[in-house]
């Protein structure tokens, strides 16, 4: 597609639910990232997929957290057992290899409300 | 620990004039920094990268330039228009390690009146 693509835009889910995010990125683009935005704070990266390489995760706030990219293209992250302090905007960026003369382009989020 | 610091509060100004928001960071060493703009309820846009060895970097109405010494980056809108109103973001990064993860400033509101 022309952008990266991020559905549902909005997810409202009780507490203790599993949800999962998805993210659709730019044709071609090896590299994808999923960051979160809280009101506040900067952006916090979640994980990183690469072609083939294996994901670095370093950033998933806990084993609640998860993503997997199936195909090299389209990435899911799934929060399980969700928790009130999970909500916050997930967005999700893909780039090309060199992503440092074109930066990240970013999909325009979803927003996830845990009550 | 790395800190990154934007303007806290809002910058308003009359369109026409020169927007300057201001991104200092500590505790690290950058080898590249870039400027985003964030609209409400929109994905960050990537605006300008400038690397290290970079004094300035120019694009249309907009110039940023990097003070590795200050450890500043300062972002100008010229001839500012009410469009210009978003929300600015800086982010740095590194070649060294693992240069993947951009580390982000929360941002500086910027008003542009009409």
């Known amino acids: 597609g022309a952008g990266v693509s991020q559905s549902p835009s909005n997810k409202v889910t009780e507490k203790g639910k599993d949800v999962e995010l998805r993210c659709d990125p730019i044709?071609?683009?090896?590299?994808l990232y999923w960051y979160r935005q809280s009101l506040g704070q900067g952006l916090e990266f979640l994980i990183y997929?690469?072609?083939?390489?294996?994901?670095?995760k370093s950033g998933l706030p806990s084993d609640r957290f998860s993503a997997e990219r199936t195909g090299g293209s389209v990435s899911t992250l799934t929060i399980q057992r969700t928790q009130q302090e999970d909500s916050a905007v997930y967005l999700c960026?893909?780039?090309?290899?060199?992503?440092?003369?074109?930066?990240?382009?970013f999909g325009s989020g979803t927003r996830l409300t845990v009550v | 620990s790395q800190k990154i610091e934007q303007n806290s509060e809002a910058l308003n100004i009359q369109e026409g004039k020169t927007a300057t928001l201001t991104c200092n960071y500590t505790?690290?060493?950058?080898?590249?920094l870039q400027w985003y703009r964030q609209d409400p309820g929109r994905g960050p846009v990537f605006l300008l990268l400038?690397?290290?060895n970079e004094k300035e970097k120019r694009k249309e109405r907009l110039k940023v330039t990097f003070d590795t010494t200050l450890k500043q980056s300062l972002f100008h809108i010229t001839a500012s228009q009410p469009a210009d109103s978003a929300t600015y973001l800086c982010?740095?990064?590194?070649?060294?390690?693992?240069?993947?993860?951009?580390?982000w400033g929360l941002g500086t509101s910027l008003a542009v009146n009409p």
């Open positions: 960026a893909s780039s090309s290899h060199a992503p440092l003369n074109y930066g990240y382009t």
């Open positions: 044709s071609g683009h090896t590299a």
């Open positions: 400038i690397r290290e």
């Open positions: 997929f690469q072609g083939n390489s294996a994901p670095d």
């Open positions: 982010a740095l990064g590194s070649y060294a390690g693992n240069n993947r993860k951009l580390i």
């Open positions: 505790n690290y060493s950058p080898a590249y």
